[in-house]
């Protein structure tokens, strides 16, 4: 998206960050990483928060685990590339996943039957309003499908400035989820499934590099039995997960059916390999997202009666 900020301002210390948010107070103020979560809807009038720290060390280590600290702006997939080289599994499964260490533990990002809270022990934050520093555990990060303590209660409270992870020094492969086993040998490294992966996404979804996306743009909804066996009723072999408290359906699936799989809306298309992402196919303005999607919703709305919610951030 072609979008302002009024600051821009990079930090490459805890000190550093202090400093920025004693300077900047009063100010509206965000905390990015790489972007890849966030719809800009226009110019911001505030000052955008980054991360320069880029590291990660080891804390902690006996006999079955180890605890690797992460600084914030170190790159999600980095860090797991790095790992992996090391043998250190319990990442490879959110290889090639967009964007950075802090922002991984405010989504709870997930793929391949892994999600980030399996794997982080805390989570350590400054309080934006007075610099004081906490650390939460796992079970306080109130952790949900792409959900934490971050985006609900404790939202735009807390910049994460530190991520621990507990892995396993015993690899134990996840390959359950879709096609992941069949990519790989009986006996996989960890960095077997981490590049097997990588090829898995690379034929479903657009590179960052190439085509302006934010990944998935909606969440799966769980919807109750009866909407499922309605909607099971009419459609042949329509995909399904059985979750706590319902039936997870593929809004992918929803998206396809309702015929919007490659079509476009101004600048923005609904991705031809993968509905769920929206794509800037060239000359998007945030308004060409806006009314994608919600063209998209309704009509997931009025063809399904289920409402799809979306998975970016709208800023
Ligand atoms: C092609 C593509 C594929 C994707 N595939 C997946 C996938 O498989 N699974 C998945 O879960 N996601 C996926 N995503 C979404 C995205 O990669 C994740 O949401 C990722 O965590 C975003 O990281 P980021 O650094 O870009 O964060 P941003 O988009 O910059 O920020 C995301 C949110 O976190 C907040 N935030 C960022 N840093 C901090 C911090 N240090 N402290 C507090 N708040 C902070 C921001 O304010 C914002 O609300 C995909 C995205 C793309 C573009």
């Known amino acids: 998206m072609d979008v302002r900020a009024k600051v821009f301002a990079e930090y490459q210390s805890v000190e550093e960050l202090r400093e920025l948010l004693d300077k900047f107070r009063g100010e509206r103020l965000l905390h990015i990483g790489s972007g890849s979560n966030l719809l800009f809807t226009g110019d911001f009038n505030g000052v955008v ?10 804390t902690n280590e006996d006999a079955e685990y180890v605890w690797i600290e992460a600084d914030n702006g170190l790159v999600l997939d980095e860090l797991i590339d790095q790992l992996c080289d090391m043998g250190i599994s319990g990442l490879e499964n ?57 985006k609900n209660d404790l939202r735009g409270l807390y910049v994460i400035t530190h991520v621990t992870y507990k892995l396993n020094k015993h690899f134990e492969p996840k390959l359950d989820y879709g096609n992941l086993r069949s990519e790989v040998d009986e006996h996989p490294t ?32 769980i919807v109750p039995h009866e909407v499922y066996n309605n909607i099971a009723a009419r459609y042949d072999r329509v995909p399904h997960f059985e979750q706590d408290g319902g039936i997870k359906i593929p809004a992918a699936w929803l998206i396809e059916q309702c015929g919007w799989k490659g079509k476009s809306l101004g600048g923005a298309r609904c991705y031809e390999k993968q509905p769920l992402v ?3 196919a060239g000359n998007a303005t945030p ?18 009666n289920i409402t799809i919610n979306p998975e970016v951030n709208y800023i």
């Open 190 to 221: 960890p960095m077997a499934v981490r590049e097997a992966v990588i090829q898995i996404r690379k034929q479903k979804l657009p590179e960052v590099s190439e085509l302006g996306s934010a990944g998935s743009f909606f969440k799966n909804p």
């Open 49 to 58: 928060l980054h991360s320069a720290m880029r590291r990660a060390r080891c």
């Open 94 to 150: 959110l290889s090639y996943i967009p964007g950075e260490v802090g922002a991984s533990a405010v989504q709870n990002v997930g793929a391949y039957g892994v999600e980030a809270k399996d794997v982080i022990d805390s989570v350590r934050a400054l309080k934006i309003s007075d610099g004081t520093e906490r650390i939460f555990t796992n079970a306080e990060c109130k952790y949900g499908y792409r959900d934490s303590i971050f």
């Open 278 to 280: 929206l794509v800037n």
């Open 287 to 304: 308004d060409d997202i806006i009314n994608l999607a919600a063209a998209i919703c309704a009509d997931v709305k009025e063809q399904f």
